[in-house]
């Protein structure tokens, strides 16, 4: 399929920050679309709200933060109408608009409701707003029209239901909304600097916005494959989470290199972290200088500028679809 509209999000919760996880599962993806069709990219701060109504400080810092980190990776608000979710209040309005149709079991099998609620314990998370959580995902893409949303893996399930409160609205009141497909990028899951996914989370993730610094005290005493004890016990990079780094960016030369002498005990781990570092430190370079330029900007006047054209296009679905369902 050609993508002709493409809609994706990303949550201002935790630090803010995003991280190599998030640019390898989606935000590669989103700077390579800016090119393929009509861009709107979303900092989504009432997804936030969902898991983090009790703690609202940090918010604003989040939504700069994030904001940096968008325009830091490449996105060009020319190109790419980039906006504040909050700021489109139609999302809110087609949000309550769908609830009237979108059946509870729906939203109650999706396997995230349950998971998330399991896993975020410490906090009560059984509200109305958790539970809609994908319905409102659904209309940050809808509202677009969007076709297509580059998200990772774990987001498929997501636009499943999306589609199926597409089909709906489209059946029960005529034809309205695109059926919305996922574009997954080839890496979803990037491990952290203990081995597990990188997740803000875990405290285990490198940072877009991490000096050289920061990145090399992170990666050096990163876990490596447990076989390698002493300098000459042989490893098997395939178990090694530095090694799952250098495949994504070391150079091919480099990671062949590290594979074979790896196994042979023929590098050390500390040399074999230097180069990473190094790999890990001149992928972000751009980023960071491009970020240093934007610090420097207005950046609340780009995001207003998002928010009006996001806004506009979001009043005109609105508009159709309240036409559609007689209110
Ligand atoms: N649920 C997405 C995530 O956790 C964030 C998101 C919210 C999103 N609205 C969206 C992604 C719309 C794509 C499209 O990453
Ligand atoms: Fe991992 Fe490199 Fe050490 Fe092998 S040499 S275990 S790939 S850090």
Redesign the pocket.
Known sequence: MIPRVI?????PTGTGAAHLGHWEGALKSWVKLQDMGECYY?I?DW?ALTTEYQDVKNIQNNIRQVLLDILSVGIDPEKSVVYLQSAVKEIAELTLLLGMMTPLGWLERVPTFKEQQAQLADRDINTYGFLGYPLL?TV??IIMKADT?P??ED?VF?LELAREIVRRFNGLYGDCFPEPQPFLTPIPKLPGVDGRKMSKSYGNAIYLSDTAAVVEEKIRPMLTDVRRKRRSDPGVPADCPAFALHKAYSKAEEIAMVDAECRMAGIGCIDCKKILIRNVNEFLEPFRQRRSRYEKMPVADILAAGNRRAAERAANTVAEARRLMNV
Do not use: E, L, N, T
């Open positions: 809609m994706s999000g990303i949550r979303s989504v997804h995902q940050d893409i949303v998200v990772g987001q997501h």
